[in-house]
């Protein structure tokens, strides 16, 4: 024979399913995308594919109304890309902030530290580029984070 349940079971049962159903959909919504970019490579056309896979995601999600982050980490022959005397694509990140405000630049603090003692001065970053003590342990953290990796 089955025990009638006391109503007030019965609420606190339909309440917690409606929750957990609900649940991952509330989720999805306050989600903010975290992803982060890398660079290496001193090669004007890598730079342009990391800017626009960076571009394109940012669009994406604004899209669709949804929130992102995107690092971009340059490191080794990569930091030229923020460098402000070598840069091939400087005009590009500069207007990167009017354009695409969910992107930002993060230079290898270790890559900066040897370019400049090989310069013989310090090596000029562009404004947009914010110092990390070091790219891949950058890259590390974030992925530890939960950050989205990406090489283009």
Request: contains cysteine; charged residues 20%.
């Amino acid at each position: 024979m089955l025990f009638p349940m006391p109503r007030f079971l019965v609420s606190v049962l339909i309440i917690g399913f409606a929750m957990i159903v609900g649940a991952p959909h509330a989720l999805a919504v306050d989600t903010v995308h975290r992803v982060v970019m890398h660079l290496d490579d001193n090669d004007p056309e890598r730079m342009n594919l990391v800017l626009n896979n960076a571009a394109n995601v940012s669009k994406y999600y604004q899209e669709q109304g949804e929130e992102v982050e995107i690092e971009i980490v340059a490191y080794g022959p990569g930091l030229h890309m923020l460098r402000a005397d070598t840069s091939p694509v400087k005009e590009r990140i500069m207007g990167f902030p009017d354009n695409f405000d969910t992107v930002t630049f993060r230079a290898c603090g270790n890559t900066h530290s040897k370019m400049s003692a090989k310069a013989g001065k310090e090596v000029e970053l562009l404004p947009q580029a914010t110092m990390v003590p070091s790219g891949v342990i950058h890259l590390i953290q974030r992925q530890e984070e939960g950050w989205a990796y990406v090489r283009p």
